[in-house]
């Protein structure tokens, strides 16, 4: 057993708490969970007990950690571990937090991924080729992927990013005005049939006279 001889405040913004046994400095916990386990100066704890108050700071620290990292946007369950693990945190807290955050709907790839494909199609359109490696990279699985991505209908995603370029390639002659746009469409992942066909309709006029209305 040991003893709680001290336990004071933690330096800077955080709200933890340095606990001293036997007189010498033994870990730091947040201070709210030292009030919820009412730990006080001359009380004993077992081996047993400590493993028990670290482990639970160190579920809470993960726990704040991974919120705070959805907090800017949804992320995938493989992106949060990834997160997780670079900050220092053992498998068996990265699993326990997850679980939570799963149980809780924080985490979710199938949501993920229908927010990775809304957002990309409504600021910056691309093919399912391209959406589908970018949810690879964000450790989709396969079968959520192939059920998010196959919704993307390519030819009007084309047509849609094509519009915001179309703009400003007006006083290009075709031959110029057909590199430029298929590039750009290239880098969005869309297959030649696709670009062909959305570069005649843009020159055709009917992307031209839309882009004009916009």
């Given at each position: 057993m040991s003893k709680v001889t001290a336990i004071r405040?933690?330096?800077?913004?955080?709200k933890r708490v340095?606990?001293?046994?036997?007189?010498?400095?033994?870990f730091s916990l947040q201070a709210e969970?030292?009030?919820?386990?009412?730990?006080?100066?001359?009380?004993e704890l077992s081996p047993h007990q400590v493993e028990a108050l670290t482990g639970s700071d160190n579920y809470q620290?993960?726990?704040?950690?991974?919120?705070?990292y959805l907090s800017y946007r949804p992320r995938s369950e493989a992106e949060l571990k990834e997160r997780l693990c670079r900050?220092?945190?053992?498998?068996?807290?990265?699993?326990?937090v997850v679980a939570k955050l799963k149980e809780q709907g924080l985490v979710d790839d199938l949501a993920f991924a229908q927010f990775w494909r809304d957002n990309r199609q409504s600021f910056s359109p691309r093919s399912q080729w391209l959406t589908r490696r970018?949810?690879?990279?964000?450790?989709v699985a396969e079968e959520v992927m192939n059920q998010v991505v196959a919704t993307i209908d390519d030819s009007d995603s084309a047509y849609r990013a094509a519009l915001s370029k179309a703009?400003?390639?007006s006083g290009y002659d075709y031959p110029q005005f057909r590199q430029r746009l298929g590039s750009y469409l290239r880098r969005r992942g869309f297959n030649y049939a696709v670009i062909n066909h959305t570069v005649a309709q843009m020159w055709s006029g009917e992307g031209i006279k839309q882009t004009n209305r916009l």
């Open positions: 405040a933690g330096r800077g913004q955080g340095n606990l001293f046994l036997d007189g010498r400095f033994a969970l030292a009030a919820k386990e009412e730990l006080k100066v001359g009380q620290r993960g726990y704040d950690a991974a919120a705070r900050r220092g945190f053992d498998n068996d807290c990265i699993e326990a970018e949810l690879r990279q964000k450790g703009r400003s390639l």
